[in-house]
């Protein structure tokens, strides 16, 4: 749905369209929304699709867990892929009948902590509302992007400045290593991911091997990126040839 390396949001539905239009109406589309429903308002009901998946960790909740969402039609007439308690409805001595979805996948104990986590995450999420968090990270979003298209050296790898964008920056530095920049930013208290981030096939459509990425959430702020800004030209500086020189002393 989102890039986790682009920021950019893709139109859903309408590929979802596309795609059922030139020749595979019957095709079964799963949705990675894991960088979406996070930060977004996400309707399944206009997006087409037959199944959705989102990660706990990356919306307040415990690691460990998530969800995933699936059309209640396809989902019971879908085989279990695991046998445990809880997902049998009847046992026979030759053959089983299964509990109607989800419980026909959600076999054996369940991930007790873990679900009150994610719930408790949920209703954290929503009592703040998500149009209020969607429209903060987009305001975010453009002043980060205005900000990093001010640091001299760089490459900002999706959408331009003036394009929706979410509230991330992936990035390639001259000179720089992103993992020795990575490195050199978690010593001055700034965290960020440097590598493929799971998506070496576009790494290497861009032509680069790693980059580098910063990441907002609601709970940031303009100050935070503003200071972000100035550890960043002043690590560049001193790893690489020093194209941020117009910086003061350090």
Known sequence: HVSNVMACINPVDEIVSQTRSLGAPDVKIILDSCQSVPHMPVD?????????AA?????????GIGFLWGKEDILNSMPPYMGGGEMIDEVFMDRSTYAKAP????????AIAQVIGLGAAIEYLNKIGMDRIDA????????????????????????PVGIDRAAIVSFV????????????????????????????PLHRALGYSHSARASLYFYNTKEEIDSFI?????????LGD?????????
Request: a negative charge; hydrophobic letters at 35%; proline letters at 4%.
């Open 44 to 52: 399944v009901r206009t997006l087409g699709v037959d199944f959705i």
């Open 55 to 63: 990660s706990g960790h990356k919306m307040c909740g415990p690691t």
């Open 103 to 110: 419980a026909r996948f959600e076999a054996g104990t369940p």
């Open 136 to 159: 903060y990270e987009k305001e975010l979003a453009a002043y980060f992007m205005k900000r990093m298209s001010e640091v001299k050296g760089i490459t900002i790898l999706g959408p």
């Open 173 to 200: 530095c001259d000179g720089v290593h992103p993992s020795d920049l990575s490195t050199f930013l978690d010593m001055e208290g700034v965290a960020i991911r440097a590598g493929h981030h799971c998506c070496q």
């Open 230 to 238: 100035d550890i960043l030209r002043e690590t560049l500086s001193f």
């Open 242 to 250: 020093g194209t941020n020189d117009d910086i003061d002393d350090f």
